[in-house]
């Protein structure tokens, strides 16, 4: 991609967050260097282990070797998805932050794809057109998707997937969830102070490595009771 092509576009971080992603980890990494090192962007890559238990750090050892750019985040403990996202957020530095993930059910092309959408939004959501979920978990992303349009009058579209988003409204909101369920609070903050958000429809591939994740009832739990939080905070919050 030339400079003619992306002159006029912000800069981006490039964020992956991994846990036991051994099948997939480096090629994914290496692809995305070489993509991104072929256009003019202003870029950076980063990558979180939330302290996996197979050779995923070693093999990010690795790679970084071949990539001595690329930022590695590491978890001495297991801490969730929330927190791995939240901490590639705040190592952050480029204008937009687009979170990807590191099964190969997203491309890092998208990115191309999503940036010059920037001129008119601040944060595209892609939502998925296909879901290759079981059935359990094909209902609890529905409702958790549902929820915050009725209960908070925005619309999230796809909020646990790949997103670009502007990097000043990570870092103007405080978040009152603690689960997967900020990627929506942050969404709903957002569109209440104004800012611009749309989604760009995407067909993922299937996870081809590694047990599809299912649904934790703990974690499940504990993002209604955040929905809840979060519903008392911004009532709070408008008195």
């Not at 979170?99 to 008119?120: A, E, G, I």
Request: aromatic fraction near 8%; include cysteine; glycine fraction near 6%.
């Amino acid at each position: 991609m030339g400079g003619g092509d992306v002159a006029s576009l912000p800069s981006v971080s490039v964020c992956f967050p991994c846990f036991n992603e051994e099948a997939t980890i480096a090629d994914v990494l290496l692809e995305a260097h070489e993509l991104l090192a072929a256009s003019d962007l202003d870029y950076e890559i980063l990558v979180c282990d939330d302290c996996s238990t197979d050779r995923t750090s070693t093999i990010i050892a690795q790679v970084q070797k071949r990539i001595p750019e690329l930022r590695v985040l590491t978890h001495p403990v297991n801490q969730g998805i929330f927190r791995t996202f939240e901490d590639l957020y705040a190592a952050a530095a480029k204008d937009y932050v687009f979170l990807n993930s590191t099964d190969r059910q997203w491309d890092t092309r998208l990115v191309f794809d999503m940036l010059p959408l920037t001129k008119d939004h601040d944060v595209i959501i892609t939502s998925r057109t296909n879901k290759p979920y079981g059935p359990l978990r094909a209902v609890v992303s529905w409702g958790f998707n549902v929820l915050p349009r009725v209960l908070f009058g925005t619309a999230t579209y796809d909020a646990g997937s790949v997103k670009l988003t502007k990097r000043e409204i990570i870092e103007r909101f405080p978040l009152v969830s603690s689960t997967p369920f900020s990627e929506a609070e942050r969404l709903i903050r957002a569109a209440r102070a104004g800012y611009r958000i749309t989604n760009f429809p995407v067909e993922v591939a299937a996870r081809k490595h590694g047990p599809t994740r299912g649904v934790n009832l703990r974690v499940m739990g504990r993002s209604l009771v955040d929905v809840a939080r979060v519903w008392r905070a911004l009532r709070h919050e408008k008195q």
